[in-house]
T-cell receptor
Framework: GESVGLHLPTLSVQEGDNSIINCAYS??????FIWYKQESGKGPQFIID?????DKRQGQRVTVLLNKTVKHLSLQIAATQPGDSAVYFC???????????FGTGTRLQVTL | GAVVSQHPSWVICKSGTSVKIECRSL??????MFWYRQFPKQSLMLMAT?????????EQGVEKDKFLINHASLTLSTLTVTSAHPEDSSFYIC??????????????FGPGTRLLVL
């Protein structure tokens, strides 16, 4: 059957501040991780990825950190802007034909 | 690059009718596409893996006779919700596998199709 609707955890950040969104993953065999951004009524948008042989990767205003010891992934957004308001999902590749397992998501609210 | 489109973006239908949703990779070819459904305030749930030229692989609990998937070309996969009922109302999202700038295989998502069954 279908699961009961859940409250997404919400992170409120002031415009201009840095945001840190966290994700715990479960499969120690996962070797590839992705962060997606999903705005209301739209599909997920690729932000940044990281392979398990790295612990940090930087993009434009975003940084992903991977801690394999505790199976933890984080997304840092520098100088958060109103356009960053969305739900952010982490996803892990389970090694089967690019198949992904998604986390529960975090809603980022940027206040002015 | 790596643009995925879906059509229609939203559809309202009567209970008992069938609805077809198209997923297209616009600027690349994709031998593998995925279909997800998403309920409000929830994460994406994988329904099936669509493979060009072969049968789709369905996740546990997904009825293959209800959710028909056809991946007839390298740029098009279709999902048909047969005999739709109100509980099938959801946001359906497809993705297609392509490569990042670092040549890593990954999924790029379409904009989603909102289905409302009355």
């Amino acid at each position: 059957g279908e699961s009961v609707g859940l409250h997404l955890p919400t992170l409120s950040v002031q415009e201009g501040d840095n945001s840190i969104i966290n994700c715990a993953y479960s499969n120690s065999a996962s070797d590839y991780f992705i962060w997606y951004k999903q705005e209301s009524g739209k599909g997920p948008q690729f932000i940044i990825d990281i392979r398990s042989n790295m612990d940090k990767r930087q993009g434009q205003r975003v940084t992903v950190l991977l801690n394999k010891t505790v199976k933890h992934l984080s997304l840092q957004i520098a100088a958060t802007q109103p356009g960053d308001s969305a739900v952010y999902f982490c996803a892990e590749n389970t090694g089967t034909a690019s198949k992904l397992t998604f986390g529960t998501g975090t809603r980022l609210q940027v206040t002015l | 690059g790596a643009v995925v489109s879906q059509h229609p973006s939203w559809v309202i239908c009567k209970s008992g009718t069938s609805v077809k949703i198209e997923c297209r990779s616009l600027d690349f070819q994709a031998t593998t596409m995925f279909w997800y459904r998403q309920f409000p305030k929830q994460s994406l749930m994988l329904m099936a893996t669509s493979n060009e030229g072969s049968k789709a692989t369905y996740e546990q609990g997904v009825e293959k006779d209800k959710f028909l998937i056809n991946h007839a070309s390298l740029t098009l996969s279709t999902l048909t919700v047969t005999s739709a009922h109100p509980e099938d109302s959801s946001f359906y999202i497809c993705s297609a596998v392509s490569f990042t700038e670092a040549r890593q295989e990954t999924q790029y998502f379409g904009p989603g199709t909102r289905l409302l069954v009355l």
